[in-house]
T-cell receptor, first 115, second 111 residues
Framework: EAGVAQSPRYKIIEKRQSVAFWCNPI?????LYWYQQILGQGPKLLIQ????????DSQLPKDRFSAERLKGVDSTLKIQPAKLEDSAVYLC?????????????FGEGSRLTVL | QKEVEQDPGPLSVPEGAIVSLNCTYS??????FMWYRQYSRKGPELLMY????GNKEDGRFTAQVDKSSKYISLFIRDSQPSDSATYLC???????????FGGGTRVLVKP
């Protein structure tokens, strides 16, 4: 079974530029998450989709971050304009409907450096 | 104050030693407790999960939850160099799927 795919793996941009990350979840997983992991910290949820609807985006900085999940499969996370504090690893995860195990399947992440 | 606190380490132990990790939390609504392992430049992967209070054992790993103290632990017996990673505790409430993670503890097992 293929895992969660993310691209690009690494991205370096200057502040005020824009960047987009792509995620392809495990086939059949209805729930998709974007997490931000700053160096030395645990992942922080940015947004959660159930199929193509948003379940939770309470911690998404909506003035600069946006995300979409068209057709309930792939997802894109965009940052515009980027700030220095956005330097982090952006992790995409997916899960099936049975959530009680708390098992999220994570991709390897997209590492963003903002200069 | 963060909802979930975890000592960042690093925790360095010799091969074969017992590794002891823990997290404290403040939100009594958390009902499900997990431990994720994250290797360098990889995404986290689920190691163990526990519902409510009690112990759970899986091979060399034992997870403990003490809800009265809002304290969870993970023990790794007979540690191996391949156990060197960052260990993240995570928790969720009964309803919904949102996980709240601790900051992670870096563990280094020396041969």
């Amino acid at each position: 079974e293929a895992g969660v795919a993310q691209s690009p793996r690494y991205k370096i941009i200057e502040k005020r530029q824009s960047v987009a990350f792509w995620c392809n979840p495990i086939s059949g997983h209805a729930t998709l998450y974007w997490y931000q992991q700053i160096l030395g910290q645990g992942p922080k949820l940015l947004i959660q989709f159930q199929n193509n609807g948003v379940v939770d985006d309470s911690q998404l900085p909506k003035d600069r971050f946006s995300a979409e999940r068209l057709k309930g499969v792939d997802s894109t996370l965009k940052i515009q304009p980027a700030k220095l504090e956005d330097s982090a690893v952006y992790l995409c995860a997916s899960s099936s409907r049975d959530q009680n195990t708390g098992e999220l399947f994570f991709g390897e992440g997209s590492r963003l450096t903002v200069l | 104050q963060k909802e979930v606190e975890q000592d960042p380490g690093p925790l360095s132990v010799p091969e074969g030693a017992i590794v002891s990790l823990n997290c404290t939390y403040s939100n009594s609504a958390f009902q499900y407790f997990m431990w994720y392992r994250q290797y360098s430049r990889k995404g986290p992967e689920l190691l163990m999960y526990t519902y409510s209070s009690g112990n759970k054992e899986d091979g060399r790993f034992t997870a403990q939850v003490d809800k009265s103290s809002k304290y969870i632990s993970l023990f790794i017996r007979d540690s191996q160099p391949s156990d060197s990673a960052t260990y993240l505790c995570a928790m969720k409430k009964a309803a919904g799927n949102k996980l709240t993670f601790g900051g992670g503890t870096r563990v280094l097992v020396k041969p």
